[in-house]
């Protein structure tokens, strides 16, 4: 089997107006920073997107954003973005704050074929709002529900055209749960290894969550706050 | 004097254990690492996928790909691990994590805690800080006692959107050490050189005094 796509063009087929995607990465951390750059110049808009943050202003998702192509962003944290917090405090965008671990389960959720689940972050907030509330051992405990996509879109450090997936330090966070949540899951890597390189032990990702595999022609890899001794 | 973002820190570091697990939030808890104790051992948690969290690197070895909670580099220690952000809270709402420091905008006197949004002027977002002070088995909000206009943080109901209901534990500002009990804020210490007087007009929630209140030992 060779998962293997030549090039970001072609991995990126069939995405269209409208959809929902998931992007893996926190913060500019482990983002597929070629497939954001192919959707930025695709013009594909109105669509939902996934991810825990929404980049900066200037990279990652705050691309899409400052273009008007996301009409609707599931997300956890976005205060490193202003362009975002102006169309969410305009009610440009329609935006769905979850809590982090939340988030990261109800994707998980949703690639693990669990329709709901109970949690207790969020009780008594905002976020409780609508969702059914009941009582385990003592704690209340909200019932939330698993998302999935129409394409999963993450990035890794390598993988062979088995689509077996090795992350790389905390560039996993999202990356893995997303892998399992999409219909399509696309995974852009630094490098493409020949099948039985990768340790079978090491694997993070098994080959059957992913369908599409290309190496990334270009990573800048920006850093948010580089922060030294 | 009221004390300093580092000395508040370094208050707090007091209260960690040998052997704990600890989640440091992003601004003031972020510095307690940098005062734990001598002859304890403790290991920090960050919630995008790090156990063993190191110092921050030397020029030379800054990684884009080895991040803390707040996005800023870090390096791991020897006997760390890597995982993904479900496995992360499985940490954290499994009760794995032992104590968690984090900052406020406002805690009311039952110990609710409001952290993440200011309706029409500003949303961060709440992170991870709602799964945080859920699931906790032990929480210690680090702030100021009062806002940047002078006004108490610690009140009787919040007024923000809240991030967490009747969880929060002990609060250390630059003005005192206090406990959440049944009957309000219980206040334990005082800051060097703060009096009891000033603690009460900073505090807009039930104060509760009992006896001589000792100075912090920093």
Same mark, same amino acid.
């Given at each position: 089997m060779n998962k293997i796509v030549k090039n970001t063009q072609e991995a990126i087929k069939g995405i269209k107006s409208g959809m929902t995607l998931m992007l893996g990465g926190f913060g500019l951390c482990g983002i597929p920073e070629n497939v954001i750059k192919a959707l930025a110049d695709s013009k594909i808009n109105d669509l939902t997107c996934i991810s825990n943050n929404a980049g900066v202003d200037d990279f990652g998702l705050g691309v899409l954003l400052r273009d008007k192509q996301i009409r609707k962003m599931i997300a956890s944290y976005v205060g490193e973005n202003k362009e975002f917090e102006r169309q969410f405090l305009s009610g440009e965008l329609d935006v769905e704050l979850n809590p982090q671990g939340t988030l990261a389960e109800r994707i998980r959720a949703g690639g693990a074929g669990i329709p709901a689940f109970y949690v207790p972050? @969020?009780? #008594? $907030?905002?976020?409780? +709002? #609508?969702k059914e509330v009941r009582e385990f051992n003592g704690k209340m405990h909200l019932m939330e529900t698993a998302l999935t996509a129409d394409f999963a879109i993450i990035k890794a450090k390598y993988a062979d055209a088995a689509g077996n997936v090795v992350y790389n330090n905390t560039a996993n966070n999202f990356n893995n749960m997303m892998a399992m949540a999409g219909k399509i899951t696309i995974v852009e890597v630094e490098e493409i290894v020949p099948v @039985?390189?990768?340790n079978p032990n090491h +694997?993070? $990702?098994? #080959? +059957?969550? +992913?369908?599409r595999v290309f190496k990334g022609e270009v990573f800048e890899k920006r850093i948010e706050f580089a922060t030294t001794k | 004097m009221a004390l300093n973002k580092n000395q508040i820190a370094q208050r707090i570091a007091q209260e960690l254990q040998d052997g704990y697990y600890v989640n440091l939030g992003i601004g003031i808890p972020t510095l307690v690492a940098n005062y734990i104790p001598q002859g304890i051992s403790v290991t920090l948690q960050s919630e995008n996928g790090l156990l063993g969290i190191g110092p921050f690197p030397d020029k030379d070895n800054v990684d884009a790909d080895l991040i803390n909670a707040g996005k800023q580099t870090v390096t791991a220690l020897p006997g760390a691990s890597f995982f993904d952000s479900a496995t992360s809270f499985a940490m954290i709402r499994g009760g794995h994590v032992d104590l968690t420091v984090l900052g406020a905008f406002e805690i009311s006197e039952k110990g609710d805690i409001a952290s993440w949004k200011i309706p029409g002027k500003m949303v961060k977002g709440m992170g991870g800080a709602m799964d945080l002070v859920a699931s906790a088995k032990n929480i210690i909000v680090a702030t100021t006692h009062t806002n940047r206009d002078g006004e108490s943080k610690l009140l009787k109901n919040c007024t923000l959107p809240l991030t967490g209901v009747n969880c929060v534990k002990k609060i250390v500002t630059d003005l005192a050490v206090l406990e959440v009990c049944e009957q309000g804020f219980k206040l334990l210490e005082r800051a060097p050189g703060v009096t009891v007087d000033e603690i009460k007009k900073a505090t807009e929630g039930k104060l509760i005094i009992e006896g001589e209140i000792p100075e912090m030992n920093l």
């Open positions: 972050a @969020g009780y #008594g $907030t905002e976020v409780a +709002i #609508g @039985g390189e990768l +694997i993070h $990702t098994p #080959g +059957i969550f +992913i369908q | -």
